[in-house]
């Protein structure tokens, strides 16, 4: 299938319109009044999708409430962003019958992770569009995460570098997952592509999947086990072979080791068996994932990763 080509949505302006929606994981009033309150905070206005307390199992309504909060805020005018309530669970339920064309001709900014990279990865995909591996609008927004979101979304630069949030850097003394680490050292520049290791494994094969080949993959995993690690990892190998990428790197896997019971490798054990033999750069433990400080990642953009300074730079503007 021939690649999109990319397209980048309006930057976000002081005062416009963000849409909050649940596409994954259903939401409650609590959550939802504390995410108007960091937006409006922030000097932009709310639209709140209109199934967005509908609960369906522990989906946000059914896909076709989904769906419709989804296409209905593409669609208006007034919206220069959608937010993602949480990730959760049911994201993938939705991309046989998101309308493509509609985003196509109404580009705008998408944000949340977790669950919503099966959102990323087959709007980018599909359309092209550049949309954003960030936090999602419940979140409590650290000072690192909230100054690289607005620096993606409305002052755009030709080259932005993004440094690793010093405060993991501090929790890795006590939490060693935490601790950025060079496996195979290097620089390496490509378009940004991954998300959640889950998610990106489960499209594997279908006409959504990510197509890492000269990219920067990246991958991030909360709450798995060291062996369903592999598996995910694994999953990607043979479909694809990693050295295909121009660079992987990891985020931090938060609740990924072992349990005390088990008998196990380590996280970095399992991550390193992959990632040890590539000729291309591959680190672990950047400042993205199930974490309160982490940077957003443009789908789709051209960035660098250089081990040695252990930054991540974008090449290229995500917004117009």
Known sequence: MKKAALLKPPRLKAGATVGLVAPGGHTDAAAIAKAIKTIEA??????????????????GGLPEQRLADLHAMFADPDVAAIWAMRGGSGCIQLLAHLDYELIRRHPKILIGYSDITALH???????????????????????????????????????YTIPMALENSRKAEEQPHYALRTVVPGMCEGPLTGGNLCLVSALVGTEYASNYTGGILFLEEVNEAPYRIDRMLMQLHLNREFGQAAGIMLGIC???????????????ATTDQ???????????????????????LPMGIRARLDTERQT?????????
């Open 254 to 268: 938060d609740n990924c080791g072992p349990q005390d019971s088990d008998i196990s490798l380590t996280l970095d």
């Open 121 to 159: 990865l087959a709007i980018q995909k599909k359309v092209g569009l550049v949309t954003f591996h960030g936090p999602v609008a419940s979140a409590t927004l650290s000072d690192y995460t909230l100054t690289h979101l607005l620096n993606v979304l409305m002052h755009p630069e030709h080259q």
């Open 274 to 296: 992959h990632l040890t033999p590539l000729k291309v750069p591959a680190v672990t433990g950047y400042s993205f994932g199930h974490i309160r400080d982490q940077f957003t």
């Open 312 to 320: 991540l730079t974008l090449l290229e503007p995500a917004v117009l």
């Open 42 to 59: 922030l000097g932009f206005n709310v639209r709140l999708g209109r199934n967005l307390e509908a609960v369906y199992g522990n989906y």
